[in-house]
């Protein structure tokens, strides 16, 4: 979208009708977090179905595959094939099985912890965690999950440079992380 709400003219489905031009991408399945990195790239997170959570970089007029592959199967057991079935589909950079059930996601940028700089954070329904997500050679690795017994709702990055966690349910807590003290 431009800064006014308009659809930009090379948005990739132009040719799609009216209510394509608007998409940048298609085959997703449930995003509950898109943020862009410092180079400026869009990523977002996915729940699969049953098992088969996605990170993925958002390309333009790229079609991600759902409901057709999945790293993940069915609620009912069914099994979906995986994006190697289908190389016409875009894979995710990273995927989860067992599920951690992903939610919120930013890119870190800060001084209270200078070593993950550029690292991406996302909360963990299921996994109940906070997941540190680092990049080796560009491509994303699960680095380290901070864990408790709570389902992490959201995250965010303060402006100060501290993490942000909040659980899920009545008796959520908001939760921020900061370096420990020496």
């Known amino acids: ?6 659809v930009p003219g090379d948005n990739p489905f132009q040719d799609k009708g009216e209510l394509a031009k608007t998409f940048w991408s298609i085959g997703h399945r ?11 790239e869009l990523w977002a997170h996915e729940m ?8 993925n970089l958002i390309l333009p007029g790229a079609n991600y595959g759902w409901p057709i592959v999945s790293e ?17 589909f875009q894979k995710p950079k990273l995927f989860w099985v067992p599920t951690v059930a992903p939610s919120g996601l930013f890119f870190y940028q ?3 912890f200078p ?26 690795v699960e680095a380290e ?3 408790w ?9 303060g402006t100060d440079g501290a993490i942000w966690a909040l659980e899920d349910g009545r008796s959520g807590r908001l939760i921020k992380f900061i370096k420990a003290l020496e």
């Not at 699969?48 to 990170?55: A, V, Y």
């Not at 017994?149 to 990055?157: A, G, K, P």
């Open 115 to 140: 070593d993950w700089n550029g690292d991406a954070f996302l909360g963990g329904l299921k996994g109940k965690a906070l997941v540190r997500i680092e990049f080796k050679n560009d491509l994303p």
């Open 110 to 112: 800060g001084d209270e």
């Open 48 to 55: 699969g179905p049953m098992h088969g959570d996605e990170l």
């Open 149 to 157: 017994s709570q389902r992490v709702r959201d995250v965010e990055l």
């Open 1 to 6: 979208m431009n800064d006014d709400g308009s």
């Open 145 to 147: 999950r901070f864990s």
């Open 30 to 40: 449930n995003s509950l977090g898109i943020a862009f990195n410092q180079n400026g």
């Open 72 to 88: 993940g199967n069915h609620y009912s057991g069914a099994v979906i094939p995986t994006h190697d079935t289908r190389p016409e």
